[in-house]
């Protein structure tokens, strides 16, 4: 065969395969159809955006055994994996992924990393440049089958491959055992989403995530997940049954995700009649005191061990926290018919803001997402825990804080917004991905930017501070209109601005399609709606583009294109309104609006200045004839009898309507948007007598002309102005063009008088001195 065919052919095979780039038709027609983009429907995933009737999911059950050995600072584990294929496919290997290995000097996360120096450079820079040399990797001891057989395996950076001594068939399971130990990062030197963070008294804080070595994903859309990580493409997992011991010093206090199985042997029999009251309380209760806590922050080191048993069902990951400086407190909240354990984990350190406020934060976020989502939170208890990572941190049913206030106890309204926030949006993510999948890796605004939108309801619902905007488009206008911003499809890896790109843009998306594209009702329906048909499952985007459309009815595919798959912005401009003055042609009317037209002409100057000038027609009458004397509005037989004639075709019906059209004020409005960006059309009309009127206009009135449109207005009241966006919903980064007529700013100016300047008052006695003498006051 030849050559030139097999590439021609080679091309075909990639061109259908690869995603396809938007193309130049695409921008010109903002409502062309995404169907022919997005991944075409199968078994799997419907047309819908619900899961197929073939859906499958993997699932990996894991028995751990781990030991924190607190002086060394090490985790040292023994897992037992049970891997279900429930995939269509037979495997011959497993990957999955030692998170620890971004910790080594030579991971690409690490590599990869750039950093600047300046001329300065602080003793503390210098500690966290030293610590570049740190080895946080996996020390694999041991993979092998159930029978102790090792297992061949390849550990490709971050990942480890495991090659299966026979294929795995579908729906055929495979159990085999790991042994590994690490070192544990210093968060303040080596920062992480894991580690221990140590205190002035000696005593750390041990926030343990990404630990045990975790099965990769294995997706019917992209096969095996394993793309490195490099530090902002957070996880995508498979759902198990876990079943957990770790052994830590016998003071310390220790959450997990799971339920604490051996409660009334690990906790004394105080902190178990502390537990029972706080679950039936609305408000905190200390578990353990701050007093207690301090007692046992005495000593640095324990010899003495327990083991804390921990059991979660169907859940993604695990992690815990541990430290001997643990004060802790716990509430209930209602959750359908079930009382939810809400906690917090802090040390002295962290009051008093986190006993004031951490625990009603985590309370409140499992109120108002379960009603958000339509999902009951399900799981046995919420926890937050202060320490480690500087914002913060999420995990099945336990997640990790950084604000805190300062040395002295005192705290500034800003931190205090601070951590309630972030326990809200760490608390929050139990929702997306911990129940709703998403593969984080790759799409984390799918992540991110669902939970920073269910955030922003939770926290305009905690206080009465109406100024809380996060999620409005009108905070973002800057970023919109930046040259370097990223479409939200991009991956976050690759992203100059990870906060607006995967967390704002997308969160202010949902507020869009809530408060301007589609209404609460018919968003909260579609969003519920695709919640519920996800839980438990992992969707893509095309999934949830879907499902908004299916369940709210509405073609939304312009939007999908404009916000999440483009860079474009919208800048709308009001150029003109002309007022269009109805009348049927009544002689009479004719002339007098005529005669007032001419009234309200701009004055002719010259015309003025020369009217006392004699005219050479006035001199020779034989100049006159019929034009010189002609009146064109004047009400001739003609055009009277043109009239009766016109009244007498109309039936009494129509002569109704033009009574009342000519009673009515018609407007014809000129709108340009300088962007690609469609968006609803909001109009706020100003009226003569001060009060206004708000229209709305669907996105689609933009779909025959995507840079201008000419809407006709009907009002009763005369208009004086229109102003575009009034609510600045749409995101239109220029306001500055959006009122017609255009109104004079105002700027405020302040007056002020210099003070008098004050002389030194020993300024004549020093004239009088020496000028190389100085006195004590100079020196001073």
């Known amino acids: 065969m030849h050559l030139l065919p097999i590439m021609i052919l080679f091309g075909l095979v990639g061109y259908l395969v690869c995603p396809q780039p938007i193309q130049a038709e695409d921008i010109a027609d903002p409502f062309r159809q995404l169907d022919e983009r997005w991944p075409t429907a199968n078994q799997y995933r419907l047309t819908t955006g619900s899961p197929g009737p073939e859906y499958w999911q993997q ?83 041991k993979v092998a089958e159930q029978s102790g057989k090792p297992l061949e395996h390849t550990v490709v950076k971050g990942m480890l491959r495991v090659d299966l001594p026979k294929p795995l068939a579908s729906g055929a399971s495979f159990d085999f055992a790991i042994d590994w130990e690490y070192a544990i990062n210093n968060s303040k030197l080596v920062a992480g989403r894991t580690g221990y963070e140590m205190f002035d008294d000696g005593n750390a804080i041990f926030c343990i995530a990404q630990w045990f070595p975790r099965m990769c994903a294995y997706t019917d859309y992209g096969g095996w997940r394993h793309k490195q990580f490099l530090g902002r493409g957070e996880f995508t997992l498979e759902f198990g049954n876990y079943d957990v011991k770790i052994s830590v010093p016998s003071d310390h206090v220790l959450m997990a995700t799971g339920k604490l199985v051996n409660m009334k042997e690990i906790l004394s029999e105080t902190q178990n009649e502390r537990l029972k009251a706080a679950i039936n309380s609305d408000t905190p209760v200390f578990i353990v005191t701050a007093e207690e806590a301090d007692k046992a922050s005495g000593v640095t080191t324990y010899d003495e061990y327990k083991t804390w048993h921990f059991q979660a069902e169907n859940v993604r990951d695990f992690a815990f926290a541990t430290s001997r400086k643990f004060i802790w407190d716990a509430c209930g909240q209602s959750v359908g018919d079930r009382r939810v354990l809400c906690m917090s984990l802090y040390p002295k350190e962290g009051m008093p803001l986190w006993d004031r406020y951490s625990t009603h934060a985590v309370a409140h976020t499992l109120e108002v997402y379960s009603r958000v989502t339509g999902i009951d939170y399900p799981y046995p208890h919420a926890t937050a825990v202060m320490g480690v990572v500087g914002g913060g941190m999420e995990y099945p049913m336990i997640c990790f804080n950084g604000p805190r206030p300062e040395e002295d106890g005192s705290y500034s309204k800003s931190t205090k917004e601070r951590l309630i926030g972030v326990v809200i949006h760490e608390v929050g993510h139990n929702w997306f991905p911990m129940i709703i999948n998403n593969d984080e890796r790759h799409w984390m605004w799918l992540d991110e930017g669902f939970n920073s939108f269910v955030q922003t309801i939770a926290q ?77 499952k992992r969707p893509e985007p095309s999934d949830f583009f879907r499902s908004i459309e299916d369940a709210s009815g509405i073609d939304l595919d312009w939007f999908w294109k404009g916000w999440y798959y483009t860079t474009d912005n919208c800048d709308f401009e009001l150029v003109s309104i002309t007022k269009k003055n109805l009348h049927d042609g009544n002689p009479k009317a004719d002339k007098d609006r005529s005669e007032k037209k001419k009234a309200t002409e701009y004055p002719n100057l010259i015309k003025e200045r020369e009217v006392d000038v004699p005219r050479r027609i006035d001199k020779y009458e034989t100049l006159l004839d019929f034009y010189d004397d002609y009146d064109p509005d004047a009400v001739t037989e003609k055009k009277a009898k043109t009239y009766a004639e016109f009244l007498e075709r109309l039936t009494e019906e129509e002569k109704q309507v033009v009574s009342e059209v000519e009673r009515l004020n018609l407007y014809q409005v000129k709108i340009i948007n300088h962007g690609q960006l469609v968006m609803p059309l909001i109009l706020k009309l100003i009226f003569s007598d001060g009060e206004s009127e708000i229209r709305r206009f669907p996105a689609e009135i933009w779909r025959k002309s995507p840079d201008e449109v000419t809407p006709l207005l009907l009002t009763e009241k005369p208009i004086q102005a229109i102003l575009v966006d009034p609510y600045h919903e749409t995101g239109d980064i220029d306001l500055t063009n959006n009122r017609f007529p255009r109104e004079i700013d105002n700027a405020d100016v302040k007056i002020t008088k210099p003070k008098k300047k004050i002389e030194n008052p020993l300024k004549e006695s020093l004239k009088k001195k020496d000028s190389t003498e100085e006195t004590e006051d100079e020196k001073e």
């Open 460 to 536: 305009r619902e905690w206080d009465r501070d109406p100024d809380y905007t996060r999620g409005e488009p009108r905070r973002y206008t800057s970023y919109f209109a930046n040259d370097k911003q990223r479409s939200i499809m991009t991956h976050p890896d690759a992203v100059f601005d990870i906060g607006s790109n995967a967390y704002s843009k997308p969160s202010t998306g949902l507020t869009l399609l809530r408060e301007t594209i589609l209404g609460r009702e018919l968003f909260d329906f579609a969003f519920k709606e695709y919640c519920r048909r996800w839980a438990y």
């Open 59 to 141: 699932q990996a059950d894991y028995q751990i055994e781990v030991a924190l050995d607190e002086s060394r600072k090490r985790i040292i584990g023994s897992a037992k994996i049970h891997y279900q294929n429930n995939s269509p496919h037979e495997l011959t290997y497993l990957w999955l992924q030692l998170d620890a290995n971004r910790f080594t000097p030579g991971s690409d996360k690490r590599l990869t990393t750039l950093t600047t120096v300046g001329d300065d450079l602080t003793v503390e820079s210098l500690q966290r440049l030293l610590a570049t040399t740190f080895d946080g990797g996996v020390k694999l001891k």
